[in-house]
């Protein structure tokens, strides 16, 4: 024997140390990092391949404390070192490296857990088999107890062994594209490796197992590989449990990098929302800033219309005060006069008196006329007894007659009869925009539209006239006003939740284009 064989014939106790020591450190460290989340199905199944590493260097260690058993160094129990024990573990531990290349093979085509269930089914068609053949070899050869259980060892090695590391190897390397495709091709490169490491084992460290009378096990053996190469099996095993460690080990980096990337792309979302968070918060300011900033506009709008209502209600007041005294006023006391003349006249001269009364017939026919205009221009009361259309109507011819410009009402739809405020609020918008007209527009012809809606109505007034700049005439508080009375048709049509447009430019006449919603929905529809 050479010297290098006596040293492995002499340190074969450290050889399997060494050798279940590999695949231990192995399976634990593939079983601590297999409980990452990964986006790599393989993650999934190398607790699989964890649990071979363990269970499979556990077995190494069986035999070496037997050995030491042997030998007298240890006085570790009988019972702890059965050979049955030690074959379970052998066994369990190939059918764990089964599982995990089917698991991960079928992975690759599968969404969801029927891989678990088809690498079972696999595990137990080895199992089977493995017992079946070990029930036909106790039947035929009879074997003594201590040949019936190395035998157990070569079947357990050529009919799980020997396929379940070709089985898993080939799976590994089909999984290493998937490390590629997401630029991995580091890590896909180790999985190969590891993959070439486990055929060798499984291939080559697996062919050679104990002496024993089944075929080829006579022949091939571990006793006939040290003498041949010099150096034990299980040296061969240790080694390539060795490189499988490192080539694992390795690949199992690309989950810490993938982790690294998750935190990072974690940060970066967390800081994008930090931003969009902040970014949401000054629009928020800056939109809350410009709707107080509105509002006191709007306010400082209401103040100084408030006040224009105000003037304009004492400048109704004068007006009306001026008409009945110039008007009316005059002819009440003509009347007066006139009667107290007829009253004298009666006796002495009664053809006088009677040419007296009829011009006081007169004077009261135009003191009644007078009144009836007065009242009718504080409110019309066909506007409360036959409804807006007829009042809009009257509105219109009264406009033309007084201004001489030609007018129209056009009405379109379903007349109905509406609330008595939006009914008033309607009129008065019309009425308005005839005088801003008759007062500024220096306009031909004149349109008026009413268009009926189910839920709601239109007004739109038109002229050909001289037309204005809207944004001048509507110009922020703070500056004089041009446009108190479009100002006013914009309140009047925003008490009712409705919406008002003046379109116009200069030499291109006005349109305003009220649109106000039907509020009240027990509408009595006009007959006429």
């Known amino acids: ?75 570790i129990p009988n019972w702890l070192l059965l050979d ?16 995990f290349g089917v698991r991960l093979l079928f992975s690759m085509h599968r969404q969801d857990s029927g891989e678990m269930k088809l690498a079972w089914i696999a595990a137990g068609i ?46 590994i390397v089909l999984q290493q594209r998937s490390f590629q495709k997401r630029s991995r091709i580091g890590f896909g490169r180790d999985l190969q490796w ?19 009378f089944l075929f080829p096990s006579n022949i091939i053996n571990s006793r006939w590989f040290f003498e041949t190469f010099g150096i034990p099996i299980q040296f061969f095993r240790a080694v390539e449990a060795a490189l499988m460690a490192i080539f694992f080990i390795r690949a199992l980096r690309a989950f810490e990098l993938e982790r690294r990337e998750r935190m990072a792309q974690a940060q970066e979302e967390k800081i994008t929302a930090q931003k969009e968070t902040l970014k ?12 107080n900033i509105e509002l006191r506009e ?34 009440l006391t003509g009347l007066g006069l006139g009667l107290a003349a007829a009253s004298e006249s009666v006796k002495s001269n009664p053809v006088l008196a009677a040419e007296q009364l009829a011009e006081l017939k007169r004077l009261n026919a135009q003191a009644l006329e007078e009144l009836h205009n007065i009242i009718g221009d504080l409110r019309p009361s066909v506007l409360d007894d036959l409804g ?15 201004t001489g410009v030609k007018a129209r009402l056009e009405v379109k739809g379903r007349r109905v009869r509406l609330q008595s405020e939006l009914e008033t609020i309607l009129f008065r918008i019309g009425q308005e925009a005839l005088t801003n007209i008759a007062k500024h527009a220096r306009a031909d012809t004149v349109c008026v539209r009413l268009l009926y809606h189910q839920n ?44 008002c447009f003046i379109i116009s430019k200069p030499d291109s006449g006005t349109t305003i284009h009220v649109t106000v919603p039907i509020m009240d929905e027990r509408m009595n529809h006009d007959e006429n």
């Not at 949401?280 to 709707?291: G, I, S």
């Open 298 to 331: 709007r306010e400082e709008l209401l103040g100084e219309l408030l006040h224009q209502v105000v003037s304009v209600q004492e400048g109704e007041r004068q007006r009306i005060s001026r008409e009945l005294h110039d008007g009316a006023g005059q002819i």
């Open 388 to 402: 807006l259309v007829p009042a809009l109507n009257a509105q219109v011819q009264q406009f033309e007659s007084r």
């Open 84 to 99: 049955e024990l030690r074959i379970g573990h052998l066994v369990v531990s190939f059918l764990l490296l089964i599982i």
């Open 280 to 291: 949401t918060q000054q629009d928020a300011q800056l939109k809350t800033e410009q709707l």
């Open 194 to 212: 590891a993959a070439w490491a486990l055929i060798l084992y499984g291939v080559i460290g697996q062919a050679f197992p104990p002496e024993s």
């Open 1 to 75: 024997m050479d010297p290098l064989s006596q040293f492995f014939a002499d340190n074969i106790i450290v050889v399997y140390f060494c050798y279940g020591l590999a695949f231990f450190i192995m399976g634990l460290v593939i079983w601590l990092e297999s409980n990452r989340t990964s986006e790599f199905r393989i993650a999934s199944a190398f607790i699989f391949l964890a649990a071979f590493g363990i269970i499979h260097g556990m077995h190494e260690w069986y035999e070496m404390f037997q050995l030491l058993k042997t030998s007298g160094v240890t006085t």
């Open 456 to 499: 709601c109505i239109k007004l739109v007034i038109e002229d050909n006239g001289c037309g204005f700049d809207p944004e001048d005439a509507l110009i922020p508080a703070g500056q004089q006003r041009k446009a108190w009375g479009l100002i006013g048709i914009q309140e009047r049509v925003a008490l009712v939740g409705g919406v």
């Open 126 to 171: 080895f199992l089977a088999l493995w017992a079946v053949s070990a029930l036909v070899t106790k039947w035929l050869y009879q074997p003594g107890q201590d040949d019936f259980v190395t035998a157990l060892d070569v079947l357990s090695r050529y009919i799980i062994g020997i396929p379940g590391a070709l089985l898993a190897a080939w799976a």
